[in-house]
């Protein structure tokens, strides 16, 4: 296997923080516990494709959801302990795009 | 445009990770330069897939291709100063992966 000298650990960070819209779930979160219309209401996704990537997160440790039992019944998504632990990550990406995200970049981008 | 609020260039940043292979691809180039053989050993992906990768990474002013007149000719890649400056970025997965990817999930990967 050629990936032997690959960590493996961090391929799944990797794989993780590579599938496309978890870096900006989890970048919303990271403000605070979020209701299912606030996070889809927040991100230029469908609610099908944000429900889709938040029972990925949960299963994979970095989410939890609760069901409050008012009426309407209300749920909300926040972090767990492993998904607090990527703001350094997710605070680093911020800081490297900010300084080194050019404007032409950006208008490629909106094309 | 619902995405409105979300930061443009954090978006533009996580494009660029996100995109399958490039953490490594840098991770590996952070040791140094490299030639395409050994970029392409000490990866499990085609050696199609790894220069698609190196010419978007090179348009995104991350990498460079130098190309040495020895016999037979050496072609090197290496970080510019924007590639180099995401060493925070691909450290802080790294550390974050090691604290918190569990067995499982690494059992799981290998499935």
Do not use: H
Request: charged share 30%; aromatic share 8%.
């Amino acid at each position: 296997m050629k990936s032997a000298d690959l960590c493996p650990r961090f391929e799944t960070g990797m794989e993780l923080l590579s599938k496309r819209w978890n870096g900006f779930i989890i970048f919303r979160l990271l403000e605070g516990s979020q209701r299912f219309s606030e996070l889809e209401s927040s991100l230029p996704i469908s609610g099908r494709l944000l429900s889709e990537r938040l029972k990925e997160l949960e299963a994979a440790g970095i989410t939890t959801r609760t069901v409050y039992p008012d009426t309407p019944v209300r749920i909300e998504y926040e972090l767990t302990e492993k998904g607090r632990a990527l703001r350094p990550v997710i605070t680093s990406i911020k800081e490297w795009a900010e300084k080194w995200v050019n404007s032409e970049e950006l208008d490629s981008m909106n094309q």
